[in-house]
């Protein structure tokens, strides 16, 4: 693969993405997924959107999970139901994230992702050791087919995030970075979170933000890439200094605007393009 090949965040039946088609007009060379619908998630289908991708000329770099329940309304929600950290829904979420492993191995992909939740901080906590537990058991299920786990970012401080890798203690764990999330969550400045997660960098989003004026408290405010506080040239230039050349996938969830979305990312393409040239 070339470095720093172009993506963006993708979905079929579930998940916010844009479709592949759009991935495909914009002329975007990679993707990644979110997990399509338990009934959609089979051997045939799998084939069936290979085959479309081989078509296409579009490579498919990370499966990424999401759970029915699951809310981004505010903070306080995000802690109660996203991921496998809340307690009620943990065992079947993590049945599920298994399987949608073995569906991204049926696409032939290396890399699950998924937002594990809001890991407590203080690692006494009982529920920290039960994250930590459930971490291992779907890094040991993706280990044997072949495939490493990434973390998305923001939920976390960075010095929490390798804590709490650390901690796992399993070599197949790695970080999906996005340095939106870090502002709009409140939980760090992102390029200094990624000088020191930078090793455990796999993949990542291009997406931006603005800080909320209470951080960590509300949310911040999503926006067009290269209209934010990340700082996009000083973002790649960053990913440069880490060595990281994988692909710089676009994520834009707004698909009640479906022309607004794939004109934004369209944009983002371009800026990225541009910036790619710059830096090189
Ligand atoms: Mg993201």
Redesign the pocket.
Known sequence: MEKWPIGVFTSVDAGLGVKLEVASELGIPTIQLHAPAKATRTQANADKFLARLAELGIQLTCVFGGFEGESYADIPTVTKTVGLVPPETRAARTQEMKEIADFAKMLKCGAVGLHLGFVPHDTNDPLYNDVLVVTRDLCDHCKKNGQNVHL?TGQETADALLQFIGDVKRDNLFI?F?PA?MILYGTGEPIEALKKVGKYVRSI?C?DGKWAAKPGEEWGQEVPLGEGAVGIENYLRTLDEIGYSGPLTI?REIPQEPERQKAEISHASNLLTKLKQKIG
């Open positions: 998305e999906n996005d999330n989003h997406k994520e």
